[in-house]
């Protein structure tokens, strides 16, 4: 027998092993002439298309697909495989039945000899299902951004239209409290001051925790200088510690680098948060908050923040809760401690969000330690700082220093920064034992260079402590300080007329510690201090009288409010209902800065803005006076927005008369500035 024989008896064998083969395949697969004539389907096919290969074979493969996916067969598909090239994608095919349903498909080309396409492989299988899971999961998506935007709307309203009425209140409260009162209105007012910052901490600490949630939280990253965090963070938290009677101390360990790079607005919330919980649920004792530094590393240095207290305590079982929203550890009708449990939600969300991570010690009864790293760039320019941080080492290193006081958490605080300095430091409770360290130390040569004492110590004649140290002869090398509780001015000029010229009060802060042992040992107090920052008190606030503002504002209260805080600073103006009287009343006036509120009917202060900077001819108005955005929107973007829209700066209501002072000097000066620059050009 021949080998063609053989080859021939074969074939059949091959044959109907390749379309056993083709038929256990799990893809449908078809093969066709490039006409669409079907030769082939396998038993996937048959089921994906319910018809038989007796039935398939009287139609075309154009049968088996809907008229938009053959236009993508002809435009998009036959380009490519009749160049022996291969196409792939999703389209939609119809079965028997008429469904329509999505598959994902290949299709190959088989040349002949010539080079040209003779047949077409197609190889596909159903997909719909997962096109309905993906549909779903964009329904889904759409759904949630339309839910969240709505969200992030509602939101914006809500602040815009409880911050407008707050404006009015802050404002005229904060007026009237400049007025002459009886005792009883004084107190009402404060109450009325007291709730309002209370809502409006509510207010803010809803919304911070709405965009941390959705996302929309933006970290800056701007030079800042700690100690002047925690010296701002101890002007504030004092008073609601004096209130309590409690001691409140910021300490900073040696080595700790002062100039940082990171967000400084948000650490200051984190502290205030997490120390100002510390104060509420402190009763008697002391409230500290201790930084030092953990390591640096490719220009980012780690810091850890400490916060103790003296207080209530945490029960273990209940430490998890701490940080949920909305949350208070004592949940009972009768609890003694106000607040919504946001601020450490958010502070724990804000620690995380750079680069940190907050831990608690705590026991029921005996206090608690709140522990937190947060992670900060080096700045680009340092300001002296490491030069300036051992000159102060220097100067202080080695020195002998004493403080007296009954304070025990005091006297731990205080000897604790001073130590950390690199002085010599003992501290004594008892007026007899300070008496006897620093007659032991001037008997050996080695006298105390400072002696801190409190004035509240009483030797048991009565007499007080600091008036004997003073004249006791053995004391003349010792240099004394008095450390007392807050001062009215005229209190201190007396002290100080009495031979007490150095005198420490609460609060405690760590720069004005520096400063007073600085001055004490003649260093150079100077490079030690920072910047000086503008005063607004000194700066000259004198308005040429030509100068006049504009407020563009349509609530009635507002106006009010806005018009007697600028009455109050001796800022001739005008008022404007809405945008379009703004126009006409810039025609006929020229200002030299505007208030802008941002929504106005008729035409609002956005839609004014850009009309001011395209058209400031046709209104007399210059091209680039001042425009002040002063509205109720504080959401994440607005003021951006306000400053796209070619406003010069902005503020947020309710408006503080500190701040609306401080953004009139600037742009004032600046418009006066550009004015004698014209002048001088001319």
Not at 380 to 400: F, H, L, M, P, S
Request: hydrophobic share 40%.
């Amino acid at each position: 027998m021949g080998e063609s024989e053989n080859n021939a008896q074969k074939l059949p064998v091959e044959l109907s092993v390749f379309k056993a083969m083709l038929d256990s395949s799990h893809e449908a697969i078809v093969l066709t002439r490039v006409n669409g004539e079907i030769l082939y389907l396998n038993k996937s096919a048959e089921r994906l298309f319910l018809k038989s290969l007796e039935e398939a074979r009287t139609a075309k493969v154009q049968d088996f697909f809907p008229d938009y996916t053959l236009e993508i067969h002809d435009k998009e598909v036959l380009p490519v495989v009749l160049k022996g090239g291969q196409w792939e994608g999703e389209v939609d095919a119809i079965d028997a039945n008429g469904r329509i349903f999505s598959v994902w498909q290949r299709i190959d080309a088989l040349m002949n000899g010539n080079g040209n396409a003779e047949y077409l492989f197609g190889f596909m299988h159903d997909v719909s299902d997962d096109r309905k899971e993906r549909e779903a999961l964009m329904l889904a998506r759409k759904e949630a951004e339309e839910a969240s935007k709505a969200k992030s709307q509602f939101l914006a309203n809500m602040s815009h239209e409880i911050r407008t009425p707050m404006n009015g209140i802050v404002g005229m409260a904060g007026l009237l409290q400049e007025t002459a009162l009886s005792v009883q209105q004084k107190h009402y007012l404060e109450i009325i001051l007291s709730c309002s910052e209370k809502l409006l901490v509510l207010i803010k600490d809803i919304l911070d925790i709405s965009k941390i949630e959705s996302g929309k939280l933006r970290m800056e990253s701007e030079p800042f200088n700690l100690k002047s965090v925690l010296d701002d963070l101890c002007d504030v938290l004092f008073l609601r510690a004096q209130e309590k009677k409690l001691n409140f101390i910021c300490s900073i360990e040696k080595d700790t680098p002062f100039e940082l790079k990171g967000d400084s607005a948000r650490l200051y919330q984190i502290l205030l948060n997490i120390a100002g919980n510390a104060i509420k649920f402190t009763e008697k004792g002391c409230v500290t908050i201790h930084v030092a530094k953990d390591c640096t590393e490719d220009g980012k240095i780690q810091l850890s923040f400490f916060v103790k207290d003296s207080g209530i305590g945490i029960p273990k079982d209940r430490i998890k809760d701490l940080f949920n929203p909305f949350t208070q550890i004592d949940g009972s009708s009768t609890r003694k401690y106000e607040g919504t449990g946001l601020g450490l939600a958010i502070s724990k969300k804000l620690i995380q969000l750079m680069d940190g991570k907050i831990e608690v010690e705590s026991a029921e009864g005996h206090g608690s330690l709140f522990k937190f790293t947060i992670l900060f760039d080096s700045p680009d320019k340092v300001k002296n700082d490491t030069q300036n941080q051992r000159e102060w080492n220097a100067c202080i290193y080695g020195r002998r220093i004493l403080i007296a006081s009954q304070d025990e958490y005091l006297l731990e605080a205080l000897g604790t920064i001073i130590a950390s300095w690199g002085a010599v430091c003992e501290r004594v409770d008892t007026p007899e034992s300070a008496i006897g360290k620093m007659l032991n130390s001037a008997n050996a040569e080695i006298p105390f260079q400072i002696a801190i004492i409190d004035m509240t110590l009483r030797l048991e004649d009565s007499d007080e402590l600091y008036k004997t140290v003073r004249d006791m002869p053995g004391f003349k090398k010792t240099e004394l300080v008095l450390l007392t509780k807050p001062m009215k001015a005229e209190d201190i000029i007396r002290m100080r007329a009495e031979g007490f010229p150095y005198i420490i009060s609460s609060p405690l802060k760590y720069s004005a510690i520096q400063n007073m042992l600085c001055n004490i040992m003649s260093c150079s107090k100077k490079s030690l201090e920072e910047p000086s920052s503008q005063n607004e008190d000194s700066e000259s606030s004198v308005v040429p009288e030509t100068s006049k503002l504009l407020i563009v504002e349509d609530n009635p209260l507002n106006r009010k409010a806005i018009s007697s805080m600028l009455e109050k600073l001796k800022y001739p103006h005008d008022m404007a209902g809405d945008g379009l009287e703004a126009i006409e009343m810039m025609r006929r006036t020229k200002y030299n800065v505007i208030l802008m509120d941002c929504q106005m009917p008729r035409l609002d202060g956005y839609q004014l803005t850009g009309r001011i900077r395209k058209f400031a001819n046709d209104m007399q108005t210059p091209n680039d006076v001042p425009i002040i955005a002063v509205t109720a929107y504080a959401m994440p973007g607005d003021k951006e927005k306000c400053l796209q829209a070619g406003m010069n700066d902005y503020i947020s209501k309710p408006v503080k008369i500190g701040i609306l002072a401080k953004a009139l000097l600037t742009w004032l000066k600046n418009s006066m500035d550009q004015e004698e620059d014209g002048d001088i050009a001319e």
